[in-house]
Each structure stands twice: as structure tokens, then as C-alpha cells.
């Protein structure tokens, strides 16, 4: 590897797919192997026009290809999302902690997610269901604004459903004619019996607001904060605890996350902005 | 320590001038600022007294650097040996902070050490604290404690030298001709003025009192509003941090050259709007008196946190910077005064 902790791995797109109106996945061959912990990010170089942060949404498992689930949000994934098969890019990582998965074994991992969110999360549940006998079982609620904005629509309406011990509902907040499930924000189609809250863990991922809501409700439910694990959004630069943008109170987010649990920064003011 | 005697500077300068690229201060009317010496130049250089304006950092951690190029990968160059003259203990205490952020083991900032390893450092000890000087509040002292190569006391009949480790020491070994002997009487005169500024600079801070720990007091200034009440008098013009020689936030920007693609880093401001910002847009310190708060708490609690010393040296320079008229030192005695105020009130309760 570079002895120089800002210099990206130089790596290649080599495939796109559409997922949805404004997210888009790339597939990435960096020139070195990159092995990460599901959760963890990434910092993707464009050369000459900028770099952003992102959580791989492929498996650990895959370490040829990384894919990169990208919603067109600012300048940089404006431009990435304009980008052919065969573009250079860069990559710097993987950088974060990542999800605890191996705390999370004999438990049922409840997961919340929401639009893009379902990025890091299809890195998580790629990685859980390689092992899903050693956890009690994977509850995914998922919502998006509307069906076309559901990503990784294949797999996702098909296969993931049909995994024993996997159990799944998703929900739109706005329905179009074929659609026929259910309607409402996600936190509609939390219900407190979803799992055995004492010998579950709960997962959220999604934009800020969404997040927010799905986190208050699970506590209403009774679930701890500290059983409520968080993969928190911020501004990064680095990605390595030193330029300071990513701080929230006194944690790195790249480096002291980007998983929290709940309890960890509940204290903090504006966490959600 | 070791300590050796000499009875003008420019015959030391020249010396170190010899080895290596040497900045010194230069007198720019109200302060001081660091230039490249020039052995032939007529003017002397002038001891500075009091720290310069120009943060040490300048010297490890430029304003902008390239720091990965494509396709080819940039390894740091070879940074010639250098040599900067006239740190004061305060700036010593800032390399000491900017030292565990990016020497880090597990994240170590190439250019950084690279710079770092080939800097020799010459401090000396100061005479005439500004009114802003607050270090003694900070555990800083007039004089250097560690960290030196060389420090240099100035005295009536010329300058003491105290000799650092190895590299120092070999120093002087190489120039022994240039040096004397010190004697009791030259050291005790040092100790005095030593004592005289340190005396000086308790003066003048004899009003800063604190009821209790400065960590404690923004830790517990979370609903103060003291910050926005502040934030009416700052302009924004982010001058604190640029002159903080402990402040060290950077960002990343990518850049097109004719035959290849950069990364620079440069510094940045956490007291800059969009600073925390998203792509989205979402913001946790959209108000600036969050941003001041956030500065603080960095500075006295978090990094205390994590590194085991305050981000801050009490060097007072962002206090003359200050286009505005924020004062850290205020911000803090309001602090220190809401915090006994809310102490009374829950002895009362409590009562
Ligand atoms: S915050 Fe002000 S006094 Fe403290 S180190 Fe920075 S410039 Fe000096
Ligand atoms: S992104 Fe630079 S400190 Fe976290």
C-alpha cells in the first residue's frame, strides 16, 4: 500500500447500473485489493473534480470489485453519475469502524432503512445472510418515495425474499398503479412485534429525517439506545480523524464511525442536521 | 542542561545559516513575522521578544500543499534539513499538539513528519508579553520547558544558549569555536529575568480566574448562551483559526494540471458556514454561535478527551487577530461566572 495516506488506489469503473432515477451503481477494480468490515466507507476520488465518501454496498466477501451505490446529491456525484464504463477513479480506505456483527450473533437484527440507506445496508445483509445461521433472524423494513425509487430492485423483490430466516416488508410513500403493498413512511410498518426487542439489535440507515423517526419509534418501543446502531452522515474530508469536519461533539465520524449506537450520540445537539 | 554563552547572534545565525535554511522574525511594526535569512542583509536580526504572529505550523503543515497526484503516486519529497529561529514556549506546546494529530501511528500524515523530522528547532525565551499573552493559565511559561533544539535567553552582556538533544548538542559540538563558557552569574541572571516575566505575565492575567477546571466549564456551558450572545460581534472572518498555531482543520480539493491531477490540502476554518455541510444540505452548526461553541469544546474538552492536552497554548494570537472583537479569554470568565451562578442555585436547591 501508498505510505501516503492521501494518495487513492488508482481503480476503474467497469460497470453501471441504473437503480433508480437518481441512484446509480458503480462497480469499482481498484488496482490493489481493498478488504473492508461491512459499514465501513470509502473516500472515491473523480481525479481533477473531487472526492466523496461512501459505504461499499457490495460484500467484504468480493474483494475484486467494490460496488458503489450513488445517489446524485452535490457537485461530485452530479458529475460520477455522468461517468462511462472505463473511467478512472480513485480510491482511499476503507476507513471507519463498521458494523459489530459478530456482537450481533443469536440476535435478531432489525433493520430500518430508507432510499439510498440501502446502500451500506445491502453490504450488511449480503454479509449476515452469508452466516444467517448464527443469527436468530434479519428483519428488514425498507422504504422509498416511490416504487421507481426502490434500488436493487432485482434482487430485492425477488431472492432476498425467499431467504429462511429472513423476513421482509417494504413500503412506498407514495404508491403508482402497479403497486400494490403498503403506503406510508417506514416508520408506518415498524410494529413493536416485529422482533423479541430483548434479544434484538436494531440497524437504521437512511436520510437524516427518516433515521430520526425510525430511531425515535424504535425507543418508544422499548428498544435501548445502545441497541440502536446509527450510520451516521456527515461532511468528511480526510477520513482519517484530522481535518475535523466530520466531528459531532467529540467523535470522528470517519474514524470513531461511521456506526453508532444511538446512545453514543444521543447527547449531542443537532445529530440529525 | 547543557549551556553555552555568545556574545552576538549573527555569528550563530550564520552558522546555522550554513547548515541549513533558516527563518527568523522580522519586525513588522506592531509584530513580528518570519522571513528567510539572508546572511548578507545589513539590518541585524532582531530578538524577538514576544512570539511572532505567523503560526509555527506554517512550517509543518503549509496553508496549501499538493498531497496525491494521479496516475502516479506522490511520495514525499526529500524536505531539506531547515532551521527556525525564535519559537517561543507557547509555540513549542502548539508543534507538541499538531504532533499527536499527525504523527499518529495508525494515521501518519507523510508530509507532515517528513517536515517535522528536518526541522531544527531554536527557541527563546520572551521578554514582553503582550497584554493578549494568557499561556500561564495554559501551564505556558515565558521560557521554553522541552521540545527545543536549542534556546537561546537573552541576557545583558549577550545570549545563553541551552543545548537540546542529540541534534542540538551536535550542533554545537560542530561550532564549539563560536561558544563560551557560562557561568553562575550569567545563568542567574537568566533565572531573574526568567522570574520577572513570569511575574509580569501573572499580572496581567490576575484577573483570568477560573472556580474550576476550564474542561469543566464549557463542558457545562452546552445551553449558554453566551456563544450567540458572542457570535454578535464576530464578522466571520475566520482569523482565530487561520492564526491559531493548534487549530489544524484542513480539506481535501482535486485540481486538473495540464499532465496530471492533484490533491491539495489546505487549511480550513470550522468557524466557516458551509463547513460541516452535506450534499444534501443538512448542517449541524448552521448558527455561528454553535460554531464558536463547537471551537471551545474542541479546544478544552474533546481533544483534551482524546489526547490528554488542551488544544489551546494560550498565545493570545487569535485575541489580536480578532477583526470582531470575540476574546476567548472573555468567552471563558462569562462561562466561569454562569457556571458558579448555576452552582449557587443548586446549592440552594439543594438546601
Ligand atoms: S485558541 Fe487562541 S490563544 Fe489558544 S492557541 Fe489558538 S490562537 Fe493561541
Ligand atoms: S473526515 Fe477528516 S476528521 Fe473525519
Not at chain 1, 398503479?177 to 426487542?197: A, Q
Not at chain 2, 545565525?13 to 518570519?34: F, I, Q, R, S
Not at chain 2, 470550522?270 to 460541516?276: F, N, V
Not at chain 2, 458558579?340 to 440552594?348: E, F, I, L, R, Y
Request: proline share 5%; net charge negative.
Amino acid at each position: 500500500m501508498s505510505q501516503n495516506l492521501y494518495q487513492p488506489i488508482n481503480s476503474e469503473i467497469v460497470d453501471i447500473v441504473d437503480e433508480s432515477p437518481t441512484i446509480k451503481t458503480f462497480v469499482v477494480v481498484p488496482e490493489e485489493k481493498i478488504k473492508f468490515k461491512t459499514g465501513q466507507f470509502v473516500e472515491l476520488t473523480l481525479p481533477g473534480e473531487g472526492e466523496a465518501p461512501f459505504t461499499p454496498s457490495s460484500s467484504p466477501a468480493d474483494t475484486e470489485k467494490m460496488d458503489i451505490t450513488i445517489m446524485k446529491a452535490g457537485r461530485v456525484t452530479g458529475l460520477l453519475h455522468e461517468c462511462k464504463k472505463g473511467q478512472k477513479v480513485g480510491i482511499r480506505g476503507p476507513y471507519g469502524n463498521g458494523y459489530p456483527i459478530d456482537d450481533f450473533a443469536g440476535k435478531e437484527v432489525y433493520i430500518v432503512g430508507g432510499g439510498v440507506g440501502l446502500a451500506p445496508i445491502r453490504s450488511l445483509f449480503l454479509t449476515l445472510i452469508d452466516r444467517i445461521k448464527d443469527f436468530k433472524s434479519v428483519v428488514c423494513r425498507y422504504g422509498a418515495r416511490t416504487p421507481d425509487d426502490f434500488i436493487y430492485k432485482k434482487t430485492l423483490f425477488g431472492p432476498w425474499q425467499k431467504i429462511d430466516g429472513v423476513h421482509m416488508k417494504l413500503t412506498v410513500d407514495e404508491a403508482n398503479g402497479e403497486w400494490k403493498d403498503n403506503v406510508g413512511v417506514v416508520t408506518t410498518i415498524l410494529k413493536r412485534d416485529d422482533v423479541n426487542i430483548a434479544n434484538a439489535v436494531a440497524v437504521v440507515c437512511g436520510p437524516p429525517i427518516m433515521m430520526k423517526f425510525a430511531t425515535l419509534k424504535l425507543l418508544e418501543f422499548g428498544f435501548g439506545a445502545e441497541q440502536i446502531y446509527i450510520s451516521m452522515e456527515k461532511n468528511m474530508s480526510c477520513g482519517v480523524g484530522k481535518c475535523g469536519h466530520c466531528m459531532i461533539g467529540k467523535y470522528y465520524v470517519c474514524k470513531d464511525g461511521p456506526v453508532f449506537t444511538y446512545d453514543q450520540i444521543k447527547d449531542y445537539p443537532n445529530i440529525w442536521d | 542542561m547543557q549551556t553555552v554563552f555568545i556574545s552576538e547572534l549573527k555569528p550563530f545565525l550564520d552558522a546555522v545559516a550554513e547548515d541549513m535554511d533558516l527563518y527568523v522574525p522580522k519586525n513588522a511594526g506592531t509584530h513580528y513575522v518570519y522571513n528567510r535569512y539572508d546572511p548578507a542583509a545589513e539590518a541585524p536580526v532582531e530578538f524577538n521578544n514576544i512570539r511572532t504572529c505567523t503560526p509555527i505550523k506554517e512550517f509543518l503543515f503549509p496553508l496549501r500543499e499538493l498531497a496525491a497526484v494521479f496516475p502516479e503516486p506522490l511520495e514525499p519529497k526529500d524536505i531539506k534539513p531547515f532551521a527556525v529561529f525564535g519559537l517561543k514556549d507557547c509555540d513549542l506546546r502548539s508543534i507538541e499538539i499538531l504532533d499527536k494529530v499527525f504523527t499518529e501511528e495508525e494515521f501518519e500524515d507523510p508530509f507532515y513528519t517528513a517536515r517535522r523530522e528536518k526541522m531544527f528547532i531554536i527557541s527563546s525565551d520572551c521578554s514582553e508579553p503582550a497584554e493578549s499573552c494568557f499561556c500561564t493559565i495554559l501551564d505556558g511559561r515565558p521560557f521554553a520547558q522541552s521540545g527545543f533544539d536549542l534556546n537561546i535567553s537573552q541576557v545583558k552582556d549577550g545570549f545563553i544558549i541551552e543545548v537540546g538533544p542529540q541534534k542540538g548538542k551536535d550542533f554545537i559540538e560542530k561550532h564549539s569555536q563560536l561558544f563560551t563558557e557560562t557561568g553562575e552569574a550569567l545563568l542567574s541572571e537568566r533565572e531573574e529575568n526568567r522570574a520577572g516575566t513570569q511575574k509580569q505575565l501573572e499580572q496581567n492575567n490576575a484577573e483570568l480566574k477560573f472556580d474550576t477546571s476550564i474542561k469543566e466549564i464549557v463542558e457545562n456551558s452546552q445551553d449558554s448562551e453566551v456563544f450567540d450572545f458572542e457570535a454578535q460581534n464576530c464578522i466571520e472572518c475566520q482569523a482565530c483559526t487561520r492564526v491559531c498555531p493548534t487549530c489544524h482543520c484542513f480539506y481535501l480539493y482535486d485540481t486538473k494540471r495540464e499532465d496530471y491531477f492533484g490533491k491539495m490540502k489546505m487549511w480550513d476554518s470550522c468557524m466557516r458556514l458551509a463547513y460541516a455541510e452535506v450534499a444534501g444540505g443538512a448542517n449541524p452548526r448552521k448558527v455561528l454561535g454553535d460554531r464558536i461553541k463547537h471551537r471551545l469544546m474542541h479546544k478544552f474538552s474533546y481533544f483534551l478527551d482524546r489526547y490528554g492536552i488542551d488544544m489551546c497554548v494560550g498565545c493570545g494570537r487569535c485575541v489580536d487577530a480578532e477583526a470582531g472583537g470575540v476574546d476567548i479569554r472573555e468567552i471563558l470568565k462569562k462561562l466561569n461566572e454562569e457556571l458558579k451562578g448555576k452552582d449557587k442555585t443548586k446549592a440552594k436547591v439543594a438546601k
